[in-house]
């Protein structure tokens, strides 16, 4: 890893103390906390992720997947999504992610555009190299 200046350091380790601060992002780490110690759950987010995993890999590989394998794994699914303590790992997952999205953003404009982005400048924008542009 590049040595940032101590400056820049010095702000990185401000915003993450704000960020570990901020309660609604406490409230996400502890259900992912929650999510840990729960056996249940972390099984029933495993065998999801191994079903997904598999029927994607199935549909890469240009197989068709059968009525019966994917109802199996939409019923695994909902059975998950329905479990609280799963639902609140995966909406702190999907939080903890677009945070950092957001925050990568904005540090990648400020780079593009050589002082501190505007709204408007992070409008529309997904990244550079994405195609839409």
Request: glycine share 6%; aromatic share 4%.
């Amino acid at each position: 890893m590049t040595t940032l200046p101590p400056t820049i350091q010095a702000k990185l380790e401000d915003l993450c103390r704000t960020i570990l601060t901020e309660p609604h992002l406490e409230a996400m780490r502890l259900q992912v906390d929650q999510f840990m110690i729960n056996d249940e759950a972390r099984s029933q987010y495993a065998k999801v992720s191994e079903q997904g995993e598999h029927l994607h890999h199935k549909q890469m590989q240009g197989v068709q997947l059968g009525d019966e394998e994917v109802s199996v794994f939409e019923k695994e699914r909902d059975s998950l999504l329905k479990n609280p303590v799963a639902r609140g790992f995966l909406d702190a997952q999907e939080t903890f992610q677009s945070l950092q999205e957001s925050v990568n953003k904005f540090v990648t404009k400020t780079l593009e555009l050589g002082r501190v982005p505007q709204a408007s400048d992070l409008e529309g924008s997904c990244g550079s190299g994405c195609g839409c542009h």
